[in-house]
């Protein structure tokens, strides 16, 4: 899994039929210290996350692997956000 911040959505009329109702989010990776780096890319979102949010992404295979998006053609999926991150003792983000 990575942290990321969702930066965006992505809105898509023709897809995979497997994959309509899920809702699509641009996310790019960050680093424990919340800083943003990287090329952004977009992921299925399961767990209600919103713009500008820290969450936790499985990518891969694993992204397959929730009840929402078994046997989807997805390699990146949303599974958590970040309430707050503690790295080596000393917490780097806490949700405001």
Not at 13 to 40: C, E, H, I, Y
Not at 49 to 59: D, F, I, P, Q, T
Not at 64 to 81: L, S
């Amino acid at each position: 899994m990575l942290i990321a911040r969702v930066v965006g959505s992505a809105v898509s009329t023709a897809k995979d039929a497997r994959m309509t109702g899920l809702k699509l989010l641009v996310v790019r990776p960050a680093s424990p210290a919340d800083d943003v780096s990287g090329d952004a890319f977009v992921a299925v979102d399961t767990v209600g996350a919103g713009s500008g949010e820290l969450v936790l992404v499985a990518r891969g295979s694993a992204a397959r692997h929730t009840d929402r998006t078994a046997d989807c053609p997805i390699d990146a999926a949303i599974v958590g956000i970040l309430d707050s991150l503690e790295v080596e003792g000393e917490v780097t983000f806490r949700k405001s």
